[in-house]
């Protein structure tokens, strides 16, 4: 069985990855999630890996705000140094795919603030300022998550490209049959 390791910049970032994840139903005892506190210590883990090896494998997920996800994976690997391992970008950061199953993020608002703008957002990959928003939402930390509980993963990586490119980019590392949802939603 292949084995994936994912760097990501901090423990939110890790957290919602892994919970993502676990609800799409991935081998989670394939999966390490690793935090490296910001891009730098990132670019400095990465340099000289590569996915050669037959068992192990490696990938990056970065926030990165641009127009279209290839966009943003191009200026990624560029800010990377070009490394020899899949680069995934959230758009415009990995708080986005939290309101990706919008009517989940509706359920778990846990206020009529919150309720009233999840129900007027864009599709996420729109949404301008996601982590803030989030925090409104569904509160800090470990509450912030609950939302994931109950996401339907199929309209989520519909709803958002990045999401879904990345789930396709884990589910073909490991080598797994299924991967989740391959239509998308259009701007």
Known sequence: DKHLTIYVKDKQDALIVNKILQVAHYPLERIKI???DGKKKIVQTIKGLDNSTECQRHAVLVDLDAY??????????KQLGHPNI???C???TVEAWLFADHRAAVRYSHSDCGRKLV???PLPEEIPHPKPLAS???GRGETMLKVLDEIDIH????????LRVFLEGVGKLLQLDAIPASEAYGR
Do not use: C, H, Y
């Open 136 to 138: 409104i939402a569904f």
């Open 90 to 92: 959230a758009v415009p």
């Open 119 to 121: 129900e007027r957002l």
């Open 86 to 88: 899949p680069v995934f």
């Open 34 to 36: 690793v935090v490296l």
């Open 68 to 77: 279209t996800v290839k966009d943003a994976e191009a200026r990624a690997q």
């Open 155 to 162: 309209l989520a990586a519909a709803r958002s490209p990045s």
